[in-house]
């Protein structure tokens, strides 16, 4: 193997000489042939500082660049919109919403971003009366925000003014666009600082007849007046639909006010704690009217510049250059000061370097580079290569990243650990679920008798389906066997004896044991189903699981979720169908067992519960309770949970509505999934979670090891090039040969005659 | 000749609106403008009223094919087939449902796709008449019988084992070029070996033998026979009368195809990370963007026509008893 880049070219060429025909050889050792030789293979190799295979540019060498890759295109980049955790990836590194999670402390803990402090919230009666903090009766709450003073947006055209003090770029006509391609084909560029106006603008937004904002729905059900300010300015729009830019200030919204230029209050209908989380949300980012005023400008859409697309704001980073077939690019903010890295933490990240940059300005990192990256196999091998920074781990190189320790620890492989790459992992704020349609006669039932037998139906199946084996055999261990909705890190969650579901579980050993089939196979008998057999009809009991069309891999997990009910004795019959079909099974509540799962908005265990929630049920309210359970007291305890801050009182109220949800089984409650990524070791700073998604700013890389790794690992392996020309010789010279005997024989034949 | 031409011109009109039609009762058969707007809006807190909005949008909220309310005419005009397919015409392909526009995409992308398909197009047509003529000059002999197999060979492994093949050997273990990526710079070139080399290698199979054919059959016409009792070397037999004369079928084969290049590879480019129209077209199916899946189509339509016709021009330059009227 060569390493070119440190070697002169005379060694180089001696090297390759035992691959290469005399001839060349011989010409590469006369003085001529040798500097014409040279030059050629200079040329050919230039750029060889940097191994051939670097999928980037040599310029970009020894810089500090954080490479990523993202599989799927985000659809939205404007805060109103976006909600994917692929769109949250870049729209949290751009804007900035009052609130945000501190990046160490675990459980979650909400700290200002740009505000001040966290938000004042005071409650009063339908008379505007004040109302103490501990009140319950509550028609209003309003929540007051101070925004820090100096804090600047990127520059951008938008802002760009003329000597005369107006905007240069907010009335161009369609000659004006002509040479305009790219945001950055605007010649000026200016700032303005944040306003407190800029957040009541977003909020307006929300409401947009164009944009669809996906949680106007769930807002305009709790900030006052955001519904009829949504038929305002659809009235309006209706009314001059030449109007291309619908001025959102000229219209008031009386759930919001602006108390001064750095201070706002948000009106909020009754009492919603969780409200605060979504002030944490880019949904409750600050937009400037003058980027809407820019953008909204006829011929820039037609050239796919559009806010969607090129965000503005005042976050550690801007998005300089959005290709989203190909790579995206956010770049340092130069604006962007006053932040530091946080000198707190968890007691585990000393000892896992994570208070080194203790009181640090951010960011680290002047530059991240997205690459699209459609298939895992090139994007695996591309990070075992160096060239991204960090991986997750498919299923398909699970076993080359990591094992298990002797002492039972996940843990990297031996030649990962070689490299120096690490395994983090953390349990994610999700649940994966099968639920059953409560609505269903067999698994719901209707009448009351009917109800206890279904129920003790779904009891026999919960602890006859076995999650720990199915994240053992098909998630590579990477999950936790759920005891309820609520999973680790979210209040309402216990570990220990007092967490687990004690119908599945028993406590043995100094950890939960699932009950014996014999336990299952006895509910099922008082089911009515002794031995799988309805006492009713003589017949087996047949149930029907609906899943979306799974691919041929999947097929071993619907054959393990056939066996696991065959335990018991009942026969699943899998209904595949494609998604949509699926989901308007469960609309209209045709399925009778279905699995689902969610991810959580923010940590709060209303957030999860709400999915149990009765008035929530799909069928009749549309809602996100896809099981139709419907519990008289579980809704009671759920609406008093809803208005209750944290603490022992609230935990009591959770563990009580758990105790239900476990008794009645509306859901196997399935396992939380485990997250593992793997990072190399000039990633620093790394401390995965998946709530807060502004944590770009806090990592370092050291990108010198990064380059001198890269080298080591990607020196070009040349002897194949050698044999490719011996057999390439090796195949041609026979056959010219026969060529020439061939061509011969026939002169000869011709001369004979 | 431009009677003939005007005429196929005419004539792709029926058949485009044709296929028009086709994919739009296919694509509405199992989407209905609510899933699609529920496949946009995401999952959570999706409600009935932003999916109509979404539709409103979007001109979705009207009937598919025939408004039964609409007066006259508008009974068919105002209808969502009508007006999304009536545009595409003046090459108006609208926009996609991520917002973007669809005619800007496809003018972007094609460069890429193009980089890819036209070098393997080219370099292919080489490879495979070459080896293909030199398994004929050889034919009945070792080299023939080897080459046969290798063909076999090369024609017996799924496009997809070339790919990840191409990739561990050449970039995962010899560290020769990138294993993915593109750049619109003079440095695409690096990105673009790998696959030329793999598109190239994974049709040589099928190709080769197909001209080997081909070739084998005019080897054994009476002006090959008049030829060699002339005293002509094989290979000028070859070069200069066979290969001239076969070029009927090869270019039969080969320009319907140049057009299409245009469109990608879908499962190449979503493996070198080639932001063409083959991934866009995937993208755009995945995601149900049904915009963009009846923009690629009505193009794909609207070049193999073009093939086509590019095709029964193409006789007339290598065969000068061909005719079109």
Wanted: with cysteine.
């Amino acid at each position: 193997m060569l390493a070119l880049s440190t070697r002169p070219i005379s060694q180089v060429i001696k090297r390759m000489s035992s691959f290469i025909p005399a001839g060349i050889i011989a010409s590469l050792h006369s003085a001529h042939g040798l500097r014409y030789w040279g030059c050629c293979v200079f040329l050919l190799l230039a750029g060889c500082a940097e191994p051939w295979n670097n999928p980037y540019p040599a310029a970009q060498s020894g810089e500090n660049i954080l490479y990523n890759a993202f599989a799927e295109r985000p659809k939205h980049l404007d805060p109103v919109q976006s909600y994917s955790t692929n769109e949250i990836l870049f729209t949290a590194q751009i804007y900035q919403p009052p609130l945000q999670y501190h990046y160490l402390k675990r459980p979650f803990e909400l700290i200002p971003q740009t505000a001040t402090t966290l938000p004042t919230v005071r409650y009063y009666d339908a008379n505007d009366v004040a109302l103490p903090a501990d009140a319950e009766e509550v028609a209003f709450s309003v929540y007051e925000i101070h925004i820090k003073p100096e804090i600047h947006y990127q520059p951008h055209p938008a802002f760009a003014r003329d000597v005369l003090g107006d905007f240069l770029y907010h009335t161009q006509t369609a000659s004006d666009l002509k040479q305009i391609q790219k945001i950055a084909d605007f010649e000026h560029d200016d700032t303005r600082e944040l306003l407190a106006d800029d957040y009541l603008y977003q909020i307006k937004r929300l409401a947009h007849p164009k944009l669809h904002s996906p949680i106007f729905g769930l807002m305009a059900d709790y900030i006052v007046g955001l519904r009829e300010y949504a038929e305002t300015l659809s009235k309006h729009a209706t009314a001059n639909p030449d109007d291309v830019y619908l001025d959102l200030r000229q219209f008031p919204l009386s759930g919001v006010e602006k108390v001064d230029d750095h201070t706002y209050r948000i009106r909020i209908k009754g009492k919603y704690p969780q409200f605060i989380y979504w002030l944490a949300m880019p949904f409750f980012a600050p937009i400037p009217w003058e980027a809407d005023r820019f953008f909204s400008q006829p011929g820039l859409a037609d050239k796919n510049i559009t806010l969607d697309w090129y965000p503005v704001g005042t976050g550690p980073y801007m998005l300089t250059e959005n290709d989203p077939n190909s790579v995206m690019v956010l770049e340092r903010n130069p604006n962007f000061q006053g932040e530091h890295y946080p000198a707190e933490g968890m007691p585990e990240d000393v000892e896992n370097n994570l208070l080194q940059d203790a009181d640090q300005p951010l960011p680290f990192i002047d530059k991240i580079i997205f690459s699209r990256e459609k298939e895992s196999i090139p994007r695996w091998n591309k990070f075992l290569q160096g060239y991204y920074d960090a991986s997750g781990i498919g299923s398909d190189s699970f076993d080359q990243a990591v094992q298990i320790s002797g002492q039972g620890e996940t843990v990297v492989t031996e030649g990962m650990g070689e490299q120096g790459i690490r395994l983090e992992t953390a349990v994610a704020p999700s649940t994966y679920y099968m639920g059953f349609n409560m609505l269903d006669t067999v698994v719901g039932g209707r009448t009351t008798q009917e109800k206890q037998a279904a129920r003790k139906l779904r009891q026999a199946i919960s602890i006859a389906v076995d999650y720990e084996e199915f994240i053992s055999i098909f998630a590579n261990g990477r999950g936790l066997a759920a005891q309820s909705p609520i999973p680790p890190g979210i209040e309402g969650y216990r570990d220990g004896k007092a967490g687990i579901n004690s119908i599945v579980y028993e406590w043995h050993n100094g950890g939960p044991r699932r009950r014996s089939i014999k336990v299952a196979k006895r509910l099922l008998a008082e089911a009515g189903y002794p031995d799988g057999i309805d006492k009713k009809s003589g017949k087996p009991l047949v149930l029907y699981f609906d899943v979306t069309t799974r691919s041929a891999d999947d097929k071993a997990i619907l054959d393990w979720m056939r066996k696991q009910f065959r335990k018991i004795n009942i026969h699943l019959v899998v209904r595949s169908t494609d998604y949509n079909r699926f989901q308007d099974k469960i609309r209209s509540g045709n399925a009778q067992i279905f699995e689902w799962g969610w991810n959580a908005d923010y940590p709060d265990p209303e957030n999860f519960l709400f999915l149990l929630y009765g008035p929530q049920r799909k069928v009749g309210n549309n809602g996100e309770n896809a099981a139709n359970y419907d519990n008289a007291e579980f809704n009671r305890l759920f609406e008093r949970m809803n208005n209750m801050e944290s603490g022992p009182q609230r935990a009591q109220i959770i563990d009580q509505m758990l105790a239900i949800l476990r008794e009645d089984a509306p859901w196997l409650w399935g396992y939380h999934p485990k997250d593992y990524a793997l990072y190399h070791a000039w990633y620093q700073n790394v401390k995965p979670n998946r709530l807060s998604n502004n944590n770009m700013k806090y990592w370092r890389i050291d990108h010198n090891l990064r380059a001198q790794k890269q080298r080591e690992w990607n020196e070009p392996v040349l002897w194949p090039l050698g044999i490719v020309f011996f057999l390439l010789m090796g195949g041609l010279l026979p056959a010219w040969l026969a060529y020439r005997r061939r061509e011969q024989g026939r002169s000869l034949t011709t001369q004979s005659s | 000749m431009l009677n003939y031409i005007i005429r196929r011109i005419l004539y792709a009109i029926p058949i485009l609106i044709g296929v028009n039609l086709v994919t739009f009762m296919l694509f509405f058969v199992v989407n209905t403008p609510d899933d699609m707007a529920r496949m946009q809006l995401g999952t959570k807190h999706v409600t009935d009223e932003a999916i109509f909005k979404w539709k409103q949008a979007r001109g979705y909220d009207k009937p598919l094919i025939y408004h039964d309310d609409a007066p006259g005419f508008q009974k068919f005009t105002d209808t969502i087939f009508f007006e999304k397919s009536l545009a595409m015409f003046a090459f108006d392909f609208g926009r996609a449902d991520d917002g973007r526009d669809i005619a800007l995409e496809i003018q972007s992308r094609m460069w890429p796709s193009l980089a890819i398909a036209l070098p393997v197009f080219l370099l292919g047509l080489l490879a495979y008449i070459t080896f293909a003529l030199l398994m004929t000059f050889f034919r009945a002999t070792y080299i023939d019988f080897w080459g046969v197999v290798l063909c076999i060979a090369l024609m017996s492994v799924s496009s997809l084992f070339y790919i990840i093949g191409g990739q561990f050997l050449i970039s995962k273990l010899w560290h020769w070029v990138p294993i993915s990526g593109y750049t619109n710079s003079i440095d695409a070139w690096r990105f673009l070996l790998l696959p030329i080399l793999v598109g190239v290698v994974s049709s040589a199979g099928a190709n080769s033998r197909w001209y080997r054919t081909i070739f084998l059959e005019e080897m054994s016409r009476e002006y090959v026979r008049t030829a060699r009792a002339k005293g002509l070397p094989e290979r000028i037999v070859l070069f200069r009368h066979v290969l001239k004369n076969a070029m009927i079928p090869i270019l039969t084969g080969a320009v319907v195809v140049i057009p299409l290049l245009f469109l990608g590879g879908l499962i190449t480019e979503s493996f070198f990370g080639i932001p063409g129209l083959g991934s866009y077209t995937i993208d755009a199916i995945q995601s149900q963007d049904f915009a963009v899946v009846r923009a690629m189509v009505f193009l794909g339509s609207l070049l193999y026509i073009i093939g086509l016709l590019l095709t029964d021009l193409s006789y007339t330059l290598v065969d000068p008893r061909v005719r079109l009227e």
